[in-house]
T-cell receptor, first 113, second 113 residues
Framework: KQEVTQIPAALSVPEGENLVLNCSFTDSAIYNLQWFRQDPGKGLTSLLL?????REQTSGRLNASLDKSSGRSTLYIAASQPGDSATYLCAVRRYSSASKIIFGSGTRLSIRP | EAGVTQFPSHSVIEKGQTVTLRCDPISGHDNLYWYRRVMGKEIKFLLHFVKESKQDESGMPNNRFLAERTGGTYSTLKVQPAELEDSGVYFC???????????FGPGTRLTVT
């Protein structure tokens, strides 16, 4: 059974800092890994999607890495801004059921001005 | 292009009542998914439609939940009768291909009192 764990559950940092959010998963046979952002009262916004054959993806100030062998992914946010405050969700899909996304419980990020 | 839409955005009902949630996927997306997040837990998969057929309904919690997608366009999720533990946020997502990127709607917040 695939389980996805995110640490920490909550994080508060001052504006301008670089930060790392962590995600671990128990089954390395993943189809892909995705990082989402959720703002209060809104849906999920996809930030980065890493296919199983890839090691990392970058978009602007965001960089996500994937290490399947260790069952880990990190989301790196550079030069954090108050607008980055949201809940960040890590999610994986398995080859055995690639249509089903398995989510972690999320990291609630707060950037202090 | 319009994204995934869900109606209503928020529903408050009493225990024992019936509620029907609606999801309109992105036009042309044959694949439609339902997920939910109950209090304090991670987002979990409920089921997957390919056009009007249920491809995977392994996440449906019990027979009080009925999902339909007549005509392969919009989908409804009915809860009858609702119980307190059904409270949470119900998300819908759609994708072109079964393993393709899923686009999420804003969710319906269901409160059962």
């Amino acid at each position: 059974k695939q389980e996805v764990t995110q640490i920490p559950a909550a994080l508060s940092v001052p504006e301008g800092e670089n930060l790392v959010l962590n995600c671990s998963f128990t089954d390395s046979a993943i189809y892909n890994l995705q990082w989402f952002r959720q703002d209060p009262g809104k849906g999920l916004t996809s930030l980065l999607l890493i296919q199983s054959s890839q090691r990392e993806q970058t978009s602007g100030r965001l960089n996500a890495s994937l290490d399947k062998s260790s069952g880990r992914s990190t989301l790196y946010i550079a030069a954090s801004q108050p607008g980055d405050s949201a809940t960040y969700l890590c999610a994986v899909r398995r080859y055995s059921s690639a249509s089903k996304i398995i989510f972690g419980s999320g990291t609630r990020l707060s950037i202090r001005p | 292009e319009a994204g995934v839409t869900q109606f209503p955005s928020h529903s408050v009902i009493e225990k024992g009542q019936t509620v029907t949630l609606r999801c309109d996927p992105i036009s042309g997306h044959d694949n439609l998914y339902w997920y939910r997040r109950v209090m304090g837990k991670e987002i979990k998969f409920l089921l997957h439609f390919v056009k009007e057929s249920k491809q995977d309904e392994s996440g449906m919690p019990n027979n009080r939940f009925l999902a339909e997608r007549t005509g392969g366009t919009y989908s409804t999720l009915k809860v009858q009768p609702a119980e307190l533990e059904d409270s949470g946020v119900y998300f819908c997502a759609s994708s072109q291909a079964g393993g393709g990127e899923q686009y999420f709607g804003p969710g319906t917040r269901l409160t059962v009192t």
